[in-house]
């Protein structure tokens, strides 16, 4: 009964490649969110999606892509990692925008 | 723009104590929401508690409660008989209204508490 679940939970992989982290929620909620968290544990908004729209795009690499095949899952894929990728991405859900967001649990990346 | 500012990096607090983490922003908006959120090393982001700009009355939610001055644009975490369950990383956030795209985080203050 996970609210808002993101796959992988950890992630390693070599500079170059490609990768996905695909996120769910089944909270019923209009709109989801991907953050990036650093070592610093400083936490970014990287993209929304509002009913599978992109309303937020924040100044990110155009290597991160998300995608929206429905409105319970947004995924993020990113193209041509780099070590400077490596952190922690959340997966957030709001049932409209400017409501409180509900995350998933992280999902750890690290770039070799 | 947004900020938000957390002067307290880390803070400690023995148990059964009370503890206040700080919190300000900056702002040009009138309506608007404030959050604290707490990340246990779990890493799951758990809403404390939130509160909107137009209300007066502070928040609370058992043991947490604010403090929230709009003039003075701060907003204040009050964690009361503090429990060894509370130790976490703590984010204060901050929203304009109904728009998410101004959704920001302050720097977190990470808060041990001891037994």
């Known amino acids: 009964d996970t609210a808002v679940s993101q796959t992988p939970k950890y992630l390693v992989t070599q500079m170059g490649n490609d990768k996905s982290i695909k996120c769910e929620q089944n909270?019923?909620?209009?709109?989801m969110y991907w953050y990036k968290q650093d070592s610093k544990k400083f936490l970014k908004i990287m993209f929304s999606?509002?009913?599978?729209?992109?309303?937020i795009n924040e100044t990110v690499p155009n290597r991160f892509s998300p995608k929206s095949p429905d409105k319970a899952h947004l995924n993020l894929h990113i193209n041509s990692l780099e070590l400077g990728d490596s952190a922690v991405y959340f997966c957030a859900s709001s049932r409209r925008l400017g409501v409180e967001q509900f995350f998933g649990p992280g999902t750890r990346l690290t770039v070799l | 723009a947004q900020t938000v500012t957390q002067s307290q990096p880390e803070m400690s607090v023995q148990e059964a104590e009370t503890v206040t983490l700080s919190c300000t922003y900056d702002?040009?908006?009138?309506?608007?929401?404030l959050f604290w959120y707490k990340q246990p090393p779990s890493r799951q982001m758990i809403l404390v508690i939130r509160?909107?700009?137009?209300?007066?009355q502070n928040a609370t939610e058992n043991r947490f409660s604010v403090n929230f001055q709009k003039a003075a644009k701060s907003f204040s975490l009050k964690i009361s008989d503090s429990q060894l369950g509370d130790t976490a990383m703590y984010f204060c956030a901050f929203m304009k209204y109904n728009y998410g795209q101004n959704f920001v985080f302050g720097p977190g203050t990470r808060l041990s508490v001891l037994p």
């Open positions: 702002t040009s908006e009138n309506n608007y929401y």
């Open positions: 509160q909107e700009a137009y209300k007066q």
């Open positions: 999606y509002n009913n599978k729209e992109l309303i």
């Open positions: 909270l019923g909620h209009d709109t």
